[in-house]
């Protein structure tokens, strides 16, 4: 996007030439020109009032630095709920202080920019961007509202400076097609004047022709007396005549691009668009001889990028476009124009390049995490030098302001849908807890908003089966069982699975065995046992993990040996160490959450002393016996309880984060631990045994047992924990 280039108003325009944002653009010939009653001068049908000063247009808001909306500086997270709120707020008001007693008493702001809920460094951003024409690339998680933000942005952009494009056969080159931008809304008349031409000009040539015929059969019949001579004449001149015709329907140019009816600046969603659809192309014409092919104009298509021109070209998943397509993109947003030409080298379009067609967009990049590594350097180059890169949170401070605006969600939710009945009080606190237990940290919200108005919508759905006149909170419970993800219901279709099959134990000791803890996708819990044995080395010991460990997993097996050898008595240098991950399925294992599961069954393995079986256990675990925390503990405390047992072992750092269901509150223990001593002392069976084992332990890692006991560990470390 050429944002340094101005143009001077008060230069003179070159006739022909209605683009006063385009200096370089070549003049329109006089053959392609506009239809007498059309004028050339915008300024005769559009006024300068109504155009703005198109000297500032790039650099903002036309005409006011930028500010031409007046509530711009009002958006998003800054728009409080219109609804009543008590004087007083207790902090522990799931409602945040609305004295509400349901979702209809909650007014849906009209604007989507309104509507933002969190993401404040993401909203300021875009407000910016908006104000100076910027490009944006914002990178998270999916559904925390990336293409909500990108939507909103095109609200804010000023529709007066829209424009229509229009192509024109060139009489010199019809494989080099002209190309003329008017202000928004003269195109149509254009293209109508044209056309009121050209039917003009059909009826006279019409008029001519059968006169033409007429006398000519005639001359045959009367007075040379050649009839069937006289009827092959007429048939010449007719199709003379329609042959010819043909080439004044060639002077009607084509609007690839109409913005007559269009109120806001332009959104286009390029979201995995192909080449053609995203750079515009040139349809394939078979007819490339004897009078009967299209006019290279006429199979012109415009793409994403020029549709945008003047608004807000949205690509997600940037990383998936290819190289040739980000390429192209990036010519397109450092000149501020493209030319259109065949996508296909095999095709009849592939012969025709347009002139350039303007591409004046502010683009808006977005993806996961790995959308970087796959997309081109030039282009992340390109949108970091004119514009911004923001991070979407995950997560935003659970407060009484916040909770009140997960009420509006709510009933922007419902209000968006159409088809729901309203929440009452009780349904939103609901919502609000879930929506607490999806963040995964203690005192704050989840922003992955998406995923939880699939939550709102299941549960108006079934309040609405059973016709009610409100959604209660015990629609929200239904609704959180059957809104389950796919990755829970085969977590519990194996837990059923393992207990029919006696592969699954909760009671007495077993040595070598402990039951891990693990998640599948990234809310469902699962319980994977881990199995050791200790047997005599045919040559070199080693340590053999099982299971198809990826790379963290197996760094922290290895992490677990260096313990493993420092522990035992034993000479194990001429032991080899089995460690088998149970069914862990083709998905393998990956994280480093089972690393004091795999300690605590080598350990039972080598002293043959028994593990508790009614116990579960996560967490990560350092090369000097530190309980490192780990993520989804609320998910595998869950898991556990179906499966039957009665504790659970967690990192002392991860007790902030738990947020089980109600029900399973009374059905288990959660006993949080810092260090490995901890744990076997909790797992191992015998006084006298498991005090020595625990006493040796200590013994050795002591030192950094005493350095970590007054130490306060915050937060997950592993982010993908397995």
């Known amino acids: 996007m050429s944002n340094d280039t101005e143009t001077d ?43 703005g000063d198109r000297s500032g247009s790039r650099n903002g808001h036309p005409g006011s630095d930028g500010d031409t909306n007046g509530t711009i500086d009002d958006l998003g997270s800054d728009v409080e709920v219109d609804a009543e709120v008590a004087d007083d707020v207790n902090e522990d008001d799931l409602l945040g202080g609305l004295k509400i007693g349901s979702t209809a008493e909650i007014d849906v702001p009209d604007r989507l920019v309104d509507q933002v809920i969190g993401q404040e460094h993401a909203r300021d951003v875009v407000m910016k961007a908006a104000k100076q024409r910027r490009h944006v690339m914002m990178i998270g998680s999916p559904g925390t509202g990336k293409s909500m933000l990108a939507k909103a942005m095109s609200e804010l952009l000023p529709p007066e400076e829209l424009q229509d494009v229009l192509v024109y056969h060139n009489p010199d080159d019809g494989n080099n097609p002209k190309v003329r931008t008017v202000p928004a809304g003269k195109g149509d008349q254009i ?63 084509n609007l690839i691009v109409n913005n007559a009816d269009t109120t806001t600046a332009p959104f286009e969603d390029a979201t995995g668009a192909h080449a053609g659809a995203l750079l515009g192309d040139v349809r394939h014409d078979p007819f490339q001889s004897g009078g009967m092919e299209t006019p290279s104009h006429d199979r012109v298509e415009p ?22 397509s980000q390429q192209h993109l990036m010519t397109a947003i450092q000149e501020g124009e493209f030319h259109i030409t065949g996508q296909s080298e095999r095709s009849s379009g592939a012969m025709v390049q347009t002139e350039p067609v303007p591409t004046d967009f502010i683009m808006i990049a977005a993806g996961n995490l790995d959308a970087m590594e796959n997309m081109h350097p030039a282009l992340r180059s390109r949108i970091k030098g004119y514009g911004y890169e923001v991070y979407m949170d995950d997560t935003i401070e659970d407060t ?46 989840t922003l992955k908003l998406r995923n939880l108005g699939g939550l709102v919508r299941v549960a108006g759905d079934i309040a609405r089966a059973d016709d009610a006149d409100f959604v209660t909170r015990d629609h929200v419970l239904q609704a959180k069982g059957r809104s389950r993800s796919i990755e829970q219901q085969l977590a519990d279709d194996y837990i059923e699975r393992r207990k029919d099959y006696e592969l699954q134990v909760s009671e007495g000791y077993q040595a070598g065995r402990v039951n891990g803890l693990a998640v599948m996708g990234e809310d469902s819990g699962i319980m994977l046992p881990v199995m050791a044995e200790v047997t005599p080395s045919q040559g070199p010991g080693e340590v053999i993990a099982t299971g198809q460990l990826k790379e963290m997993a197996q760094e922290a097996v290895s992490n677990v040996s260096a313990i493993i050898k420092k522990f035992s008595d034993e000479n194990i240098s001429e032991k080899d160490i089995h460690i088998q991950f149970v069914q862990a399925g083709q998905q393998g294992v990956d994280g480093d959450s089972a690393s004091i599961t795999v300690a605590t069954a080598v350990i039972s393995a080598l002293e043959d002393v028994g593990v508790d079986q009614s116990l579960a256990m996560t967490g990560s675990l350092s090369v000097r016996g530190d309980v490192l925390p780990v993520g989804g503990v609320t998910h595998k405390i869950e898991a556990a309880a179906k499966s039957g047992c009665d504790r659970i072992i967690i990192p002392a750092a991860n007790t902030q984060d738990v947020m089980i269901e109600e029900e399973y509150e009374e059905m288990v223990e959660i006993i949080p631990v810092s260090h490995i001593s901890e744990v076997l002392d909790i797992a191992l069976e015998g006084e006298p045994e498991k005090d020595s084992l625990v006493a040796r332990l200590k013994s050795i890692t002591g030192s950094a047992l005493s350095q970590t006991q007054g130490e306060n560990v915050s937060g997950p470390s592993s982010p993908s924990p397995q």
Not at 39 to 51: L, Q, T
Not at 214 to 226: E, H, T
Not at 303 to 324: C, M, P, S, W, Y
Request: proline content about 6%; hydrophobic content about 40%; some cysteine.
């Open 400 to 445: 009484p302001e916040m909770r009140r605006k997960y009420c509006r969600f709510v009933a922007q939710e419902v209000a968006k849908d159409g088809r729901l009945p309203e929440y009452s009080a009780e349904a939103m606190e609901e919502v609000i807890l879930e929506a607490r237990r999806r963040a995964g940290r203690k005192g704050h919200l």
């Open 9 to 51: 108003d008060n230069a003179p325009e070159e006739e022909g030439d209605v683009t006063d944002e385009r200096p370089d653009s070549p003049p329109v010939d006089d053959d392609v020109g506009t239809p007498e009653g059309i004028p050339d001068d915008p300024s005769d049908i559009v006024g300068p009032e109504e155009r």
């Open 303 to 324: 793409g994403a990028i020029h549709k945008a021109n003047k608004g807000v070209l949205f690509i997600d998943e940037i990383n998936t476009l290819d190289i040739r």
């Open 191 to 253: 293209v109508d004047a044209h056309k009121e031409e050209a039917r003009k000009r059909n009826q006279m040539r019409s008029f001519l022709m059968w006169i033409i015929i007429a006398i000519v059969i005639g001359y045959s019949f009367i007075i040379a007396g050649q009839i069937l001579l006289g009827i092959l004449a007429a048939g010449v001149i007719y199709l003379a005549f329609r042959y010819g015709s043909r080439g004044g329907d060639a002077m009607v140019p």
